[in-house]
């Protein structure tokens, strides 16, 4: 990108560096910050930063400054303090839901919200017994679709299958098709379910929703509303559950 296209996005840039590059422990004298932002072909001046600072804490970006060795500019106020993202990370690396590829995605995202010195504190591996990651990478998309349906009330297809005791997908009804009309999603010994009417059946019934594949919304409209009426998701879930 040419220099002067840079220059006219340099408080953006500005955010940038200072989002990635200070936290409350670590801050960056004025030098330093001009260094950086020539780095993306940006030229400023001392006296242009101060307007810059006051411009993003105007915006909600809160630059705050301290003496140490000269002044010291950091973001100080985050969207999200270094413990939040500590937990989100632990939770994410412990739940089996998540395939360890998305798990993986997942945490670089997390990461990115710290500064680059709490990287090192985010990179941390946690170890839940009897946690095995799951094996289907699309469940994570198939959480979105069913919540999509849910929303448009709208009936879904897919393929529902099990595993075999060499890890092997066995498909349920031969690979024929399930439709049903989703209502819900509910949350059981670190799994996903979805509770829905299926009208071959004429009842409730529910699926492991790591277990689903090629999910589908459908043009249909749901059926089951009158299942549904006086449904009562925790007597269910304890019901089918414990």
Do not use: C
């Not at 990635?20 to 260094?35: A, C, F, V, W, Y």
């Not at 349906?149 to 066995?170: G, L, P, R, V």
């Not at 799994?191 to 299926?198: C, H, I, K, S, T």
């Not at 277990?211 to 509303?225: C, S």
């Amino acid at each position: 990108m040419a220099k002067s296209s840079n220059q006219k996005m340099k408080v953006l840039y500005l955010w940038k560096i200072l989002t990635e590059m200070t936290d409350d422990n670590h801050g960056m004298t004025m030098k330093e910050i001009l260094t950086e932002l020539n780095r993306y072909g940006i030229t400023a001046e001392r006296k242009s930063m101060y307007d810059d600072f006051l411009a993003l804490n105007q915006f909600g970006i809160s630059v705050e400054s301290k003496r140490e060795n000269g002044v010291r500019y950091y973001i100080g106020d985050r969207e999200f303090e270094l413990p939040e993202l500590k937990l989100l990370v632990d939770a994410v690396q412990s739940s089996k839901f998540i395939t360890r590829k998305k798990s993986e995605e997942l945490i670089r995202k997390i990461v990115s919200l710290g500064s680059k010195y709490e990287a090192g504190q985010l990179n941390r591996q946690v170890y839940v017994a009897n946690r095995i990651k799951t094996m289907n990478e699309s469940i994570y998309y198939n959480v979105d679709y069913i919540h999509t349906a849910i929303t448009a009330n709208q009936q879904i297809s897919f393929i529902y299958f099990d595993w075999n005791a060499k890890k092997e997908k066995q498909l349920r009804r031969d690979g024929n098709l399930y439709v049903v009309s989703p209502w819900a999603l509910t949350w059981d010994d670190d799994n996903y379910y979805l509770v829905a009417f299926e009208a071959q059946s004429g009842g409730i019934k529910h699926f492991r929703v790591d277990k689903m594949l090629h999910i589908t919304v459908l043009d249909d409209h749901r059926q089951g509303r009158e299942w549904f009426s006086q449904f009562d998701m925790a007597v269910y879930s304890k019901k089918m559950f414990g």
